[in-house]
């Protein structure tokens, strides 16, 4: 007797058969087409799936009968497969998300029970239900942040659970499809001389559709005795070149400015040290590997250059989340949010949602523009100012879109916004300012942000 299995258990069940992994469907073959009779006679197979848990497979499964028959119910549903030979057939549920599982208990043992044998006689239906249990599942970033000389040349390796992925010394890795709770991080591999400051293993807790991060801070003491010099040039060419200079890092904690061509000298332990440029300007690329390893003597004096090339200035941006109204963003409430990301050269990303007009859907209100996402959708004007809204018209920005609703028409708008709050720095005197404006229907919304900030660039 098959039958569903509670929560507790299908964690449980998703450790002992290791189903951490992604919630992509796999691929299925090609479904034929589903025949209502195979033979004038024959016996019938009832299937039924019922899905029960948190996450379930929104887009359903397909039945297989002896993998040539298949019918596409929903996560809940009956199929039936008419004039069946009598004798055993083999039954297969397929499609079935990774944080998913199809179990049977059996004297207080779970295990997986598909496919599955099914049995007719003759002109007899047959019924096999197929209790699919679904956990919450969310990913966990894991960071490892290492300094010091002499560096672990081959990195580390991180445990999550005692599944293991390799990691740089200073990068991160994600481990995607991790059952909601606590996992034990662990980090091993680490070269004799580097040292995990804090503990190891960790706890990391992934929730439901979240991504937590855990990091792991490590330092590495020189192998070798003494000291040397080390000189850092920095080579900068092109135009709009960065007028603050940058600054060098040496060994992840030893830091100096730098003009954009000049040089600095450290003290440097003897080994091979990371040197890393940092403050470059947006539109300068470091042209050569960045950060470097750098070996110093004892007593000796090394070297290294930074190649780096300027370019035009990143066009003009204006960004914000911003919330008009009082209350929480939730249905029936008079608020609305607005997330924004664009540029003068019209690309970026806008949404906005109202909570205050709800849709027969049930769904409120909404309008995006993402022209890679949604090449219907766009950005059509770019203004660098906004003298009829803000105390300081420069810190204004007013964009021209065509953005798609939550029910899929497209409507050209308006958004005129100021970042006039000093707390950006941009040495403004006033508060921040947001309007929008729908011609179709005449919609408006404006005023001063009840929270969230504009930050214009």
């Not at 209790?131 to 894991?142: F, M």
């Not at 070798?224 to 900068?236: A, D, F, I, K, M």
Request: aromatic share 6%; glycine share 14%.
């Amino acid at each position: 007797m098959i039958r569903a299995v509670t929560l507790s258990r299908l964690a449980a069940a998703f450790a002992m058969f290791g189903l951490a992994t992604a919630c992509n469907e796999p691929q299925s073959p090609t479904s034929p087409t589903p025949k209502a009779s195979l033979l004038p006679w024959g016996g019938t197979i009832a299937v039924v799936n019922t899905t029960t848990g948190s996450d379930p497979d929104p887009n359903g499964y397909e039945v297989w009968v002896d993998d040539s028959y298949s019918q596409s119910p929903g996560s809940n549903g009956v199929s039936y497969f008419n004039g069946l030979s009598q004798g055993d057939h083999k039954v297969s549920l397929i499609m079935v998300a990774a944080n998913c599982l199809v179990t049977a208990t059996v004297n207080g043992v779970t295990a997986v029970d598909n496919p599955r044998n099914v049995s007719i006689s003759a002109a007899e239906t047959a019924t096999t239900n197929f209790d699919v249990g679904c956990a919450s599942v969310g990913s966990l970033v894991v960071g490892t942040n290492t300094t010091g000389v002499d560096l672990d040349a081959d990195g580390y390796t991180v445990l999550v659970d005692g599944s293991g992925q390799p990691v740089a010394t200073n990068g991160s890795v994600t481990f995607t499809g991790l059952a909601t709770g606590n996992h034990s991080v662990a980090l091993s591999g680490a070269a004799q001389n580097c040292t995990v400051s804090g503990a190891n293993p960790q706890s990391g807790t992934v929730m439901a559709g979240g991504m937590t991060s855990v990091t792991f801070s490590l330092s590495c003491a020189p192998i070798g005795s003494g000291s040397g010099g080390l000189t850092v040039t920095t080579s900068t060419t092109g135009y709009n070149l960065d007028p603050d200079g940058y600054t060098v890092t040496i060994d992840g904690t030893n830091s100096q400015p730098i003009a954009t061509n000049g040089n600095v000298t450290f003290t440097a332990p003897a080994g091979a040290n990371p040197v890393a440029l940092s403050g470059v300007a947006a539109n300068c690329t470091v042209s050569v590997a960045n950060p470097q390893t750098v070996p110093v003597s004892a007593g000796g004096a090394a070297t290294t250059t930074f190649a780096v090339t300027c370019g035009a200035p990143p066009p003009a941006e204006v960004s914000g989340h911003v919330q008009l109204g009082w209350g929480s963003a939730a249905p029936g409430n008079g608020v609305q949010t607005f997330d924004f990301d664009v540029r003068a050269d019209l690309t970026g990303r806008f949404t906005g949602t109202d909570y205050g007009d709800i849709h027969p859907s049930g769904r409120p209100a909404s309008l995006t523009t993402d022209p890679v996402a949604d090449p219907a959708t766009s950005f059509t004007a770019y203004r660098n100012a906004s003298p009829s809204k803000c105390q300081d018209p420069t810190r204004g920005v007013e964009f021209d879109a065509v953005g798609r609703g939550d029910e899929g028409d497209l409507r050209s708008y308006t958004v005129q916004v100021c970042d006039d709050d000093p707390r950006t720095g941009s040495g403004g005197s006033g508060v921040d300012f947001f309007s929008v404006y729908i011609a179709v229907g005449g919609y408006g919304r404006s005023g001063i942000p009840t929270s969230g900030d504009i930050v214009k660039r």
